[in-house]
């Protein structure tokens, strides 16, 4: 019903900067939720950002001051700009939409940060 593609991820080196996007396609509730997730190799999900139909943001404390969630309700997207990465920030990066009755998740995108 709910599909979500993302797209923007890549190798780059510590202090550098990506811009990761979401497109969400399909039959989409209008009051939702968008936010990032990671992943990293032996650890859990953890949320790096979301943000609300409204415009409210979260982040979670490591990347605050350094990424900025943004949205476009009109397109369904959602972009992620991540500035002064550290190889900490290595991760498989995972576009979520949530709504009262669903909950969708994008396959993942590859943000690998060299130092």
């Known amino acids: 019903q709910v599909q979500l593609v993302e797209s923007g991820g890549g190798l780059v080196q510590a202090g550098g900067s990506l811009r990761l996007s979401c497109a969400a396609s399909?039959?989409?509730?209008?009051?939702?939720?968008m936010g990032w997730y990671r992943q990293a190799p032996g650890k859990e999900r953890e949320l790096v950002a979301e943000v609300t139909t409204g415009g409210r943001t979260n982040y979670a404390d490591s990347v605050k001051g350094r990424f900025t969630i943004s949205r476009d309700n009109a397109k369904n997207t959602a972009l992620l700009q991540m500035n002064s990465l550290k190889p900490e920030d290595t991760a498989v990066y995972y576009c979520?939409?949530?709504?009262?009755?669903?909950?969708?998740w994008g396959q993942g995108t590859q943000v690998t940060v060299s130092s």
């Open positions: 979520n939409l949530r709504t009262r009755w669903e909950n969708y």
């Open positions: 399909g039959s989409i509730f209008s009051s939702n939720d």
